[in-house]
C-alpha cells in the first residue's frame, strides 16, 4: 500500500512540474505553424551586429497561404540552404569549442536577439535570414526562427533535422531544430526558454536538408 501511495505522490509532483514548465505556452490551432509565449521577453539591442548581416530587400518575406505542413518546411529547407550566405559572418562568431558549446552559443544568440510573435491565423510568414534579424525587434515566428537557425548551421557543416510536432490531436502546430548526437538529440527551440529542451508531443514528424 505505502508503494503504492508513494508512486501516485510522485506521478503527481512530475505533472504538475511538467505542467510550470509549460503553462507560459499553448499552441496555436489549425493546422499551421505557431506556437505561442504566453510570457512576453524582452530581446537584446543587437545593433553592433547589424554590420554582420546584409540588408534585406522587402521581398524577402514570403507568405504561403492555405498550404501543407510537408510543402512549408521543403520551402524552408531549401531557404536554409539558398540564404546561408546571410548568416556566414555571424556564423564565425558563434564558433564554440566544441559542437554542443556552438549550439549553445547559436541558441543563446537567437533567444537574445530575436523576439517572437504568432504569424496570423492561415497564413505562414517565411523570412530570409536577413529578413528576420531585420525584423527582430517586432517578432517573428518558429518557421523564421527554424530557418534562421539552420541556415547557420548550414554555414558551420552541423548535420540537422527539422521536427513538426503536434502537441493537441489537431495536427503539426510548431517546428524547431534537431540535431543529432550520436544515440541523443540536441533541441534548439528559441520559443522555449532552455537551451537542449523540447516540449512533450503527441506526434512528430522530422525532415532532413
Excluded at 515566428?141 to 489537431?170: P, Q, W
Aim: glycine fraction near 4%; include cysteine; charge should be positive.
Amino acid at each position: 500500500m505505502f508503494s503504492v501511495i508513494k508512486k501516485a505522490v510522485l506521478l503527481y509532483a512530475v505533472n504538475l512540474a511538467l505542467r510550470s514548465i509549460w503553462d507560459g505556452f499553448s499552441a496555436s490551432n489549425g493546422d499551421g505553424l505557431g506556437f505561442v509565449d504566453n510570457s512576453q521577453r524582452k530581446v537584446k539591442d543587437g545593433s553592433q551586429y547589424d554590420y554582420l548581416f546584409p540588408k534585406p530587400k522587402y521581398t524577402e518575406l514570403v507568405i504561403l497561404e492555405n498550404t501543407t505542413i510537408h510543402n512549408t518546411v521543403k520551402f524552408m529547407l531549401k531557404n536554409a540552404k539558398k540564404y546561408a550566405w546571410q548568416t556566414a559572418n555571424i556564423s564565425r562568431l558563434l564558433l564554440g569549442s566544441t559542437r554542443l558549446e556552438t549550439l549553445r552559443r547559436v541558441f543563446k544568440f537567437t533567444f537574445d536577439h530575436i523576439a517572437y510573435r504568432l504569424d496570423d491565423d492561415e497564413t505562414e510568414q517565411v523570412r530570409t535570414p536577413a529578413r528576420t534579424w531585420h525584423d527582430r525587434r517586432t517578432g517573428v515566428d518558429c518557421d523564421c526562427f527554424t530557418v534562421f537557425i539552420a541556415s547557420i548551421l548550414e554555414n558551420l557543416k552541423i548535420h540537422y533535422k527539422m521536427r513538426v510536432a503536434d502537441y493537441t490531436g489537431n495536427g503539426f502546430q510548431h517546428i524547431y531544430i534537431v540535431v543529432p548526437d550520436g544515440n541523443k538529440e540536441v533541441f534548439l527551440d528559441p520559443v522555449i526558454r532552455e537551451f537542449n529542451r523540447q516540449k512533450p508531443y503527441l506526434e512528430k514528424k522530422d525532415y532532413v536538408q
